[in-house]
């Protein structure tokens, strides 16, 4: 089905095109971008809070949209079939959450060592026990090792942008990994929020398959073996050479992935009140919530500084560490008990001390804003007034 | 007393079937009215009459980026006693995490605060209004299903969010949805709707008379010097 549309850059699409404003779940945002991205196929396996948004992606195939779509066996079947059509040079997403996340992760660990270009859209979800559907975003410390490169949206308009930018950076020849676009489940997925818009009458440029650094394989007279080369089947010495080449190559096409950060999201970090003592540093649904911190602490009249984290991977840390330089506290809110946005901050300043590991909530609780006050006053010196009546 | 602030974080306790999630809607629609911000999240277990329901509401003159439940509201609205009484809130006691020099508002005169609850209260400095919103929904509309109605008059009547317009056109809009209004007066609609459109044009009618009555009741409360608890006549 041909929908007349106007294939366009994706520097046109994303900071040039005239937009509308509408008030729209993250969701939909997500469907929206897909839906300007000019995706030749779509696989999921249904999780909740995924459902929704490879629900609405199955009504922009049926519109006409995207070209093929179908449900897979479960997500190790998904995550390979997207490897496998991906290989054949045609443009893929699939979304998931929390434990479909999980069951994926064994062919997702693969995809950049394979040079498969996709998107990979994660709408957070508890993944231990004892389970639940709720917004705990522990799942993506196991996508940082992966090699594949990171987004973190803060809300409905960031899942948009964001999802469109990661269609144009995972095809870049020399980029060519896979791209997650992360937010938090419910709280963005099933929550409305304002998001500009470009007209639909437009799309991203079709896939270029003699962009590709890695010739596409013909899926119908498909190779004997799937790997390009098969290192164990030389010498020892050979797999660990083959290995280890490959694996280097992928993160620094992960750090090659950084001027398209710049390109299209404007930088791998955003800073309100670069000159505080004190600052905020945040990704994802808690970047909203230290957000609202910061302009609560504007109102009291204390300084104190933001930072959101765009990207997770590649991870900015020249530029946190240069944002940090004066910074004489660091408060790190996450909806994770283990801390991993922390534990990278800290990884990337001289003087790491200076971090607090939190506030943090579990399971997917809200984050409320006046857990990060509580830190700022502490860190400022302040009496902090005991919280809970 | 907290008024006059710029940004309110309400947390709606009640029953299922008290219309707490559908107050929620028309809180948010007024303040959208009124050129305003507010954002809201529903809670509700199972889907059933009795059972606890809570929602959210947050409601500022300015954009809002907080997502999720109100842990610590400056607001807490109680539809029924029982959430008081029986612990039928999400938690317990049912002003859990409430800020300092907060408003409290439940639907009964009765003396359903024990002891304990009242020396937190008095130290947080809070003020509670109690008024039998039941009672007055069943005297002015006739039905007790305009609880809801009351309840959210009396807080907007307090806080003075929006005006009793921006009330209207949210209630408007829930019971008769925007197309139907906007068609409402035209010939083009057949007896039937027009039959069903004059029902809900007296329900709407009703809610707004509870809702202009708690508004007269909030305009005669000064709260600013006022004990713990101030009771409401109807």
């Known amino acids: 089905m041909s929908l007349n549309k106007k294939l366009v850059d994706m520097d046109y699409l994303l900071n040039e095109a005239p937009r509308e404003q509408h008030f729209i779940t993250g969701a939909q945002a997500m469907a929206e971008a897909v839906k300007r991205a000019s995706v030749d196929m779509a696989i999921a396996y249904p999780i909740t809070p995924q459902s929704e948004v490879m629900h609405l992606v199955g009504d922009i195939y049926a519109q006409g949209h995207i070209k093929e779509y179908y449900r897979a066996e479960e997500e190790l079947g998904t995550m390979s079939a997207i490897a496998g059509a991906a290989r054949g040079g045609v443009r893929m997403f699939t979304a998931t959450s929390g434990p479909g996340l999980l069951r994926g992760l064994e062919a997702i660990v693969s995809w950049p060592g394979h040079r498969i270009p996709c998107v990979l859209g994660v709408l957070t979800r508890v993944v231990n026990a004892p389970l639940s559907i709720q917004p705990d975003n522990i799942e993506m410390a196991y996508l940082m090792h992966s090699g594949m490169i990171m987004l973190h949206a803060e809300n409905q308009q960031d899942t948009f942008d964001y999802t469109l930018a990661a269609f144009a950076i995972t095809e870049k020849v020399d980029v060519y990994i896979p791209v997650s676009v992360s937010t938090e489940g419910f709280f963005v997925t099933h929550a409305k929020g304002y998001v500009d818009m470009m007209s639909e009458e437009l799309a991203f440029d079709v896939i270029d398959p003699y962009k590709a650094p890695v010739p596409a394989m013909d899926n119908e007279v498909p190779p004997a073996r799937i790997q390009r080369d098969a290192p164990v089947q030389k010498s020892n010495f050979m797999s660990y050479l083959i290995h280890s080449v490959w694996q280097q190559e992928i993160w620094d096409s992960n750090r090659r992935a950084m001027k398209y950060v710049y390109q299209y999201l404007g930088g791998p970090i955003e800073v309100i009140h670069p000159d505080a003592d004190v600052f905020i540093v945040a990704s994802g649904c808690a970047a909203a919530q230290g957000r609202e911190a910061n302009r609560y602490a504007e109102e009291e009249g204390l300084s104190v500084g933001f930072i959101k984290v765009k990207c997770i991977r590649p991870w900015p840390k020249d530029e946190i560490s240069a944002a940090l330089k004066n910074a004489k506290a660091v408060i790190v809110p996450e909806h994770n008990i283990i801390g991993w946005l922390s534990k990278e901050i800290q ?25 990060i006050m509580e830190q700022i006053y502490i860190a400022l010196g302040m009496d902090s007034e005991k919280l809970q009546a | 007393m907290a008024i006059d602030k710029k940004r309110y974080n309400i947390r709606i306790s009640g029953l299922g079937g008290q219309g707490v999630v559908t107050s929620a809607h028309i809180l948010g629609t007024s303040m959208d009215n009124a050129g305003k911000y507010a954002s809201l999240v529903p809670f509700f277990g199972s889907e059933k009459r009795m059972a606890p329901v809570e929602a959210y509401v947050r409601a500022s003159s300015e954009p809002i980026y907080e997502v999720g439940e ?16 029986h612990g039928k809130s999400y938690t317990m006691p049912f002003y859990t995490g409430l800020k300092k020099n907060a408003l409290i508002i439940i639907n009964s005169d ?8 009242k020396e937190v209260l008095e130290r947080l400095n809070a003020k509670v209004v109690q008024f039998e919103a039941t009672e007055l929904a069943l005297k002015v509309a006739g039905t007790e299903l305009a609880t809801n109605m009351a309840m959210m008059g009396m807080v907007l009547g307090l806080t003075k969010l929006v005006s009793e317009e921006n009330i209207e056109a949210a209630v408007r809009e829930r019971f008769l949805g925007n197309s139907f209004v906007a068609s409402g007066g035209t010939a083009s609609l057949d007896s039937a709707i027009e039959k069903k459109f004059k029902k809900k044009e007296e329900l709407l009618a009703k809610n707004m008379e509870v809702i202009n009555k708690t508004f007269e009741m909030a305009a005669n409360i000064d709260l600013s010097n006022a004990p713990l608890i101030t009771k409401i006549e109807i």
Do not use: C
Request: charged share 15%; aromatic share 6%; net charge negative.
């Open chain 2, 70 to 85: 109100v842990v610590y509201p400056d607001i807490i609205m109680i539809y029924h006693s029982q959430v008081v009484t």
């Open chain 1, 347 to 371: 990884a990337s300043i001289p003087n790491g001390g200076i971090v607090v590991e939190g506030p943090r909530v579990y399971g997917g609780m809200t984050l409320p804003v006046e857990l």
């Open chain 2, 110 to 117: 009765i003396d359903v605060l024990e002891p304990e609850d």
